[in-house]
């Protein structure tokens, strides 16, 4: 399965002839789509999604020269380096979201540094209402494709856009040694009632970020001291450690 976004855009036209005559020919093509006002999305099998845009862009050339610009959001799975089995039976995500929520009443969560949704979708087979928050774009494309049920928002850790207590857990997996840490957990706990850090373990491997780039159990410590005014729980495992402050 594979979404596409894709528009149009005619050359040296006043009018949307062109659009239209698309927009029929993905009604014929009878693939799943939906159209916003500055692009249009479908998705379903590879080869019918090839096809429609094909059909799509052969329809409105007929009225012009015309630019069309697509993003296949997942064609590429494997090259999705957060899904790589490897990664994924290391930081088993159902068992790190529960581990999270270990004794937490919790309906929703906030997934900071989603990339593309791993995590969100954990949380989202849980039962949570699940928001997922990341500055690239292309990333949560992908992410609104492999978790449709999640809300995904681009936006930065560093100044959330939500108000005060809009989420029970706020969730950085794997993502809290590329940010700024400080202002990352004062914003995540300005807006959740905990805050929870799933991070490499410290030690120096072949894969993952260098030990120089690893935030080491002491390094958590201080880094919740200095921004929260209190220290974490700390789950020291095997593959990875995980700090839970709050609630």
């Known amino acids: 399965m594979v979404k596409a976004l894709f528009a149009l855009y005619p050359l040296l036209q006043g009018d949307y002839k062109a659009v239209e005559k698309a927009l029929e020919a993905l009604g014929k093509a009878g693939v799943d789509h939906r159209v916003f006002p500055t692009h249009t999305e479908l998705w379903g099998e590879a080869e019918a999604v090839f096809r429609a845009l094909r059909a799509a862009y052969e329809e409105a050339a007929g009225e012009g020269a015309l630019v069309l610009w697509a993003l296949l959001t997942n064609a590429c799975e494997a090259q999705d380096p957060f899904r790589r089995p490897d990664r994924l039976r290391r930081f088993n995500p159902l068992g790190v979201a529960r581990k999270a929520l270990e004794g937490l009443e919790a309906k929703s969560v906030l997934d900071i540094g989603t990339g593309t949704g791993v995590f969100a979708e954990a949380f989202q087979e849980l039962g949570l209402f699940t928001v997922g928050l990341d500055p690239r774009a292309d990333r949560l ?89 209190g220290e974490p729980r700390l789950f020291l495992e095997e593959e990875y450690t995980l700090a839970l402050y709050g609630a």
């Open 141 to 229: 494309e992908v992410a609104r494709a492999k978790v449709p049920g999640a809300r995904f928002v681009e936006g930065r850790a560093e100044a959330l856009p939500f108000p005060d207590g809009s989420f029970d857990l706020a969730f950085f997996g794997l993502a809290l040694h590329h940010l700024d840490p400080i202002p990352a957990l004062r914003e995540a706990a300005r807006v959740a009632r905990r805050v929870a850090v799933l991070e490499w373990p410290y030690r120096e491997e072949e894969v993952g970020p260098p030990l120089a780039r690893r935030l080491s159990p002491e390094a958590l410590r201080a880094l919740f001291r200095e921004a929260l005014g």
